[in-house]
């Protein structure tokens, strides 16, 4: 089956830094990679996703970028605020595999005033 | 809020007893999700159900079982056989109508501790 690889674990930066979160993933038929979003003692919430037939997508200070070939996919954040601080997932799709979401381990982003 | 219902919040349950979480959604989505969540091993899929009386097991079933009786509804029995059972367990549902590629919609999640 499909397996994500996710890094780094933990990720502090700067209030106003940029933040890169990437990931891997083993099936080269996934077609469909978003990213969630979980702050302390909350659900995920889905911040943006990406499809296999496009290699960058921007959402205000939210980016995802998709390398097919490579089959890696990163998150890039601009402009950072205390308020992303949280954990980001990654996860990839198995097509023909019912829309079951393999997901990676998870980062950690702090953002320090 | 959301639409996806998880309750409860909290449960507490001695070793050896069975417990099921309920799991309820109004967003008349076709496709449901149960998730266990561990520190530092992100979100690991438990079972999953595309329609009503179908489900199938995900990558770590053993220990959980399901039923999909109605479309609103997916509830996950915690059995006696899973070895360890204390996580925080999330109910997700998705619109496979849309295809492949339609997003999930969390629960709030139920925290389960078993002692």
């Known amino acids: 089956g499909e397996n994500v690889e996710q890094h780094p674990s933990t990720l502090s930066v700067q209030e106003g830094d940029s933040a890169v979160i990437k990931c891997t993933y083993s099936d080269s038929a996934s077609n469909y990679f978003p990213w969630y979003k979980q702050e302390l003692g909350k659900r995920p919430q889905l911040i943006i996703d990406i499809r296999s037939n496009v290699g960058e997508k921007k959402d205000q200070r939210i980016a995802v970028t998709l390398n097919k070939t490579a089959k890696h996919f990163s998150l890039h954040i601009t402009e950072t605020q205390p308020e992303d601080s949280a954990v980001y997932f990654c996860?990839?799709?198995?097509?023909?595999?019912?829309?079951?979401?393999?997901f990676g381990t998870g980062t950690q982003l702090k953002v320090e005033l | 809020d959301g639409g996806i219902t998880q309750s409860p919040k909290y449960l507490f349950r001695k070793e050896g007893q069975n417990v099921t979480l309920s799991c309820e959604q109004n967003?008349?989505?076709?496709?449901m999700y149960w998730y266990r969540q561990d520190p530092g091993q992100g979100l690991r899929l438990i079972y999953y159900s595309q329609i009503v009386n179908d489900f199938q097991k995900g990558d770590i079933a053993e220990g959980y079982s399901v039923s999909r009786e109605k479309k609103e509804s997916f509830p996950l029995t915690v059995t006696s056989a899973q070895k360890n059972p204390t996580a925080f367990y999330l109910c997700?549902?998705?619109?496979?109508?849309?295809?492949?590629?339609?997003?999930?919609?969390f629960g709030n999640g139920t925290r389960l501790t078993v002692t």
């Open positions: 996860a990839a799709i198995v097509t023909g595999g019912g829309n079951k979401l393999t």
């Open positions: 967003l008349n989505h076709d496709a």
């Open positions: 997700a549902s998705t619109s496979s109508g849309r295809g492949l590629h339609s997003p999930l919609h």
